[in-house]
């Protein structure tokens, strides 16, 4: 500390003049190690509330759910939305359709998707999967297979697995069993893996049609897999997956670590594809069926 002085100056006693130094200032802003920075406070100028994706995407729902299905007065309101818009707001249509897919809204989605095209905006690959989906739960299978026709031509070999697993599930369902076939033999010949719904709608219908020598070539193509992937809390974990009415295998412990270790069935296809087929399958049709790939007729 430095004491102040009062009164007349040292040099008019006749003593000398001294110079009174002072502190030296800190250029450089010392941080605490342990707490980091201070946090900037936002500016005062700043604060205006914004309207955003999700506030608006329910006031687009709200805007087009109570409406007509007549086409002009859906697209005139949806026009009227985004009247003011510098630019196309397609994150918050996303979101509005992902609202009505959840409120099973089919004709509003369709209506929705259709008019985004029609501004040139959203053309991708999930907005089409979302309205074949849409076509389909509406029950207008004709513009389904239109638009289908229509992504398999112009994507082809990009053309995700969703797409022929949502048109075979259709086929199943409307036993349509040649189209059914026809769009597997697609993914046959892109090399697309098949899931195992795919496969499981299949051997029903190899099944049901008495095609048991296309029922033991599938399978034998496409065995059930034996681990599968799930994710628990974020992380990507790795199952076994252990078939239908049977127990899981005798379990053991190493004696040198303490980690358990589970026995591995060995599994034998061809005994149980035997035993499956057995049911209306003479032996000689068995031993004659071929494991290359499937042909239909």
């Not at 992504?151 to 048109?167: D, N």
Request: proline share 5%.
């Amino acid at each position: 500390m430095f004491a102040v002085r009062y009164g007349p100056p040292a040099y008019a006693f006749g003593l000398e003049r001294t110079a009174i130094t002072h502190p030296r200032k800190f250029t450089s802003l010392v941080v605490c190690g342990a707490r980091g920075p201070r946090p900037r406070y936002p500016r005062v100028w700043k604060t205006r509330k914004r309207i955003g994706t999700i506030s608006k995407s329910k006031k687009l729902v709200e805007c087009v759910k109570d409406l007509s299905n007549v086409k002009e007065e859906v697209y005139g309101a949806l026009d009227s939305f985004v009247a003011w818009e510098l630019e196309f707001p397609l994150i918050a249509v996303k979101k509005a359709l992902k609202l009505l897919e959840d409120e099973k809204e089919w004709k509003r989605i369709i209506q929705v998707i259709k008019w985004m095209f029609n501004k040139g905006q959203g053309k991708t690959i999930g907005s089409h999967y979302t309205l074949l989906n849409a076509l389909i739960e509406d029950g207008r299978v004709e513009e389904a297979e239109e638009l289908y026709e229509k992504i398999f031509s112009r994507y082809l070999e990009g053309l995700p697995r969703t797409f022929f697993m949502r048109m075979i599930s259709l086929y199943y369902r409307l036993e349509a069993y040649q189209k059914m076939f026809e769009i597997f033999a697609d993914m046959e010949e892109l090399g697309v893996k098949p899931d195992g719904s795919i496969i499981r709608m299949l051997g029903e219908v190899f099944h049901k049609l008495g095609m048991f020598d296309k029922y033991v070539q599938l399978k034998r193509k496409y065995p059930p897999p034996k681990w599968e992937y799930r994710y628990i809390k974020g992380k990507r974990i790795r199952i076994k997956v252990y078939p239908e009415n049977k127990t899981h295998g005798p379990i053991r412990r190493n004696p040198g670590t303490d980690e358990v270790e589970e026995e591995e069935e060995s599994m034998n296809l061809d005994s149980e594809l035997e035993e499956e087929a057995s049911a209306g399958l003479d032996r000689n049709v068995l031993d004659e069926a071929a494991c290359g790939d499937l042909e239909f007729v």
